[in-house]
């Protein structure tokens, strides 16, 4: 049975403070149409549960369509990082990641109806022990791989870097730490940063 860890669109959805907020309405009405009714929506590319594209923080790196799609679909594996303010490369070094190359991680319980204060911080470090494991893809439960405030985005970079692509804002409050079949295919917007994700998993 596969699972939905996506975070449901709405309005009043968590969004990062000054950025787009979701938004859908009915543009034209059944009534107005005599036929249908058509909605439209406007929102961040990185509201709820999202892929980000290197173009996101470096102006020469792939847009969101030019992505692989064979990177969004296969085995992943669910780590518990709860306890952890920081997740360290010491951390994640004493897991076995059983040959995954798709790594979620797990860092609160259930998703807030705000925005966060705090988030955990991922060690840039982190990136070159991925990509030591082969992994390619690195998700998380919470709004960014970095810190709110940061303006470096280290880890975003070491990531690319390494050729690990990203997927933020995954709901994981139902899921326990394992092994999963997974997909979060990115919708394919021409020249993107980012795009939103409908996101499922699946116990192996
Ligand atoms: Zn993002």
């Known amino acids: 049975m596969w699972i939905d860890i996506t975070q449901t669109m709405k309005k009043g959805m968590p969004n990062w403070p000054g950025d787009t907020p979701f938004s859908f309405e009915i543009a034209y009405t059944k009534q107005q149409t005599g036929s249908v009714n058509i909605g439209k929506i406007e929102t961040s590319l990185h509201t709820g549960t999202h892929a980000d594209a290197p173009f996101h923080f470096d102006n020469n790196g792939p847009t969101i369509d030019q992505l692989d799609v064979n990177t969004f679909i296969g085995d992943c594996l669910v780590i518990d990082c709860r306890p952890h303010s920081i997740i360290s490369a010491a951390f994640l070094q004493a ?5 995954v190359q798709r790594i979620l991680l797990k860092t609160v319980d259930r998703i807030s109806d705000c925005f966060p204060q705090h988030i955990p911080i991922i060690d840039a470090e982190v990136a070159a022990l991925l990509k030591e ?24 970079h070491a990531l690319y870097a390494h050729q690990i692509q990203i997927i933020e804002g995954l709901d994981l409050s139902c899921i326990e730490p394992g092994l999963y079949d997974f997909i979060a295919l990115p919708l394919k917007i021409e020249g993107a940063d980012g795009a939103p994700v409908r996101a499922v998993i699946r116990k192996k």
Do not use: M, Y
């Not at 897991?95 to 040959?99: E, H, K, L, M, V």
């Not at 082969?134 to 998700?139: A, E, K």
């Open 133 to 156: 494991r082969g992994v390619f893809l690195l998700g998380v439960d919470n709004p960014s791989v970095d810190s709110l405030t940061s303006k470096e985005v280290q880890a975003h």
């Open 95 to 99: 897991i076995d990641f059983q040959g």
